[in-house]
């Protein structure tokens, strides 16, 4: 009996010190620990920005809901920044006025540490923030940081519940935004390093990467594709005109085109100056000449907005069916499709041709001089 008065007392000692509490609280945090690292784990094993962020979205709903969720990013290469915005976890189409992120990101470069909306509003002049910004009900601010310094921001709302986040909420949003400052900016790197600055379209060498997997792949078990070359009719004589800026601005809108009327399995490239390519999977040749025909009529039909006038283009394009075969490789493919678009140019422009081989097209397609 005494031993168990014993125990008992050092018990209620030990409860009374705040030691059992404490103890509590480390078995909660060495559980979110644990599941902080699993998560971790994932998420860095995930490629594109999107999938990041939908699987932060769906460990976030394991714990809380916020009423607004915003990640504010500012891509490499001075691109304009970037918002993923969420109301209850749900993706919305608001956005937070982009002067706020340069006022955020002037603070967090200073401390680059997590605030509370209401510690920062306590640091600078009453009127800093306006109605446009209180309306997203902000709690929680965390920078994102990468090798080159702060590249984003999260903007964190209250819970929808309308409890304030907890210790230990707070720690794993802490921990879980920086997995996700690197993961994202890899992702970003990694899309920078693949794509054209100026269209984001795909570049050259990932499009020639992309059709030598094809090449292979139905070297080994068969079935069709096809590539397609395009170029902008007159082009020298669009920028001699109009001005390079607007011959700038007649690129982006074609390569927008292109994006919408091509097929999400589809790689869309520019290739370099005023020349796309596209590569199409799965497709016959009277289905890529379908879509030749829909990108030629979509870059007929587009006009270009410029100051004072909108202005309209015309584009050739060459199509070089693969299949099963073949013996093809990059550079052939690339070569044949590229006489295919030089007969469309020689033939009067405007025009889409699909590449035979044999002497009779070779002959029938002879180079002439033309005029880009």
């Known amino acids: 009996m005494d031993g168990q008065s014993t125990v008992l007392e050092q018990f209620n000692l030990l409860k009374k010190s705040g030691a059992l509490d404490d103890l509590s609280f480390l078995r909660r945090e060495n559980r979110e620990l644990d599941r902080l690292i699993t998560d971790a784990s994932v998420l860095m094993s995930l490629t594109s920005v999107d999938e990041m ?3 932060v979205l769906s460990r976030l709903l394991d714990h809380f809901i916020p009423q607004f969720l915003a990640f504010m990013i500012h891509p490499p290469r001075g691109e304009r920044l970037q918002q993923y915005c969420y109301r209850n976890l749900k993706l919305s189409d608001e956005e937070i006025p ?8 002037k603070r967090f470069d200073e401390h680059p540490y997590a605030i509370s909306f209401g510690e920062l509003e306590c640091t600078l002049p009453s009127d800093t923030f306006g109605a446009d910004f209180r309306e997203f009900l902000p709690e929680l601010l965390y ?15 209250s819970k929808i519940l309308g409890d304030s986040y907890t210790e230990l909420e707070r720690v794993y949003l802490d921990r879980m935004t920086r997995f996700l400052a690197i993961g994202i900016q890899n992702g970003l790197h990694h899309e920078s390093s693949i794509t054209d600055p100026k ?3 795909f570049n050259h060498d990932y499009f020639a990467r992309r059709l030598e997997d094809e090449l292979a792949r139905i070297s080994r078990h068969g079935g069709k ?4 070359m395009l170029d902008v009719d007159h082009f020298k004589r669009f920028n001699d005109t109009h001005g390079h800026l607007a011959g700038d601005e007649a690129l982006s809108s074609l390569a927008s085109m292109l994006k919408h009327v091509t097929r999400s399995e589809d790689t869309v490239s520019r290739f370099g100056g005023e020349e796309f390519c596209v590569l199409v999977m799965e497709c016959d040749e009277r289905l890529l000449m379908e879509i030749a025909e829909r990108i030629r009529r979509g870059a007929e039909a587009m006009t270009v907005s410029w100051p004072g006038e909108s202005l309209t283009l015309t ?3 060459g199509a070089r069916s693969i299949q099963a075969g073949d013996h093809a490789n990059v550079k052939s493919v690339l070569e044949e499709v590229d006489r295919a678009l030089y007969a469309s140019k020689a033939t009067g422009r405007n025009r889409s041709t699909l590449f035979r081989p044999g002497l009779l097209w070779r002959a029938s397609t002879l180079r002439s001089p033309v005029n880009s």
């Open 53 to 55: 962020l939908e699987f």
């Open 199 to 201: 269209t984001g379209l």
């Open 98 to 105: 982009t002067r706020y992120y340069s006022l955020l990101k």
């Open 315 to 317: 584009i050739s394009i």
């Open 143 to 157: 920078p994102m940081r990468g090798i080159g310094g702060l590249y984003g921001i999260v903007v964190l709302g």
């Open 225 to 228: 594709a096809g590539v397609l």
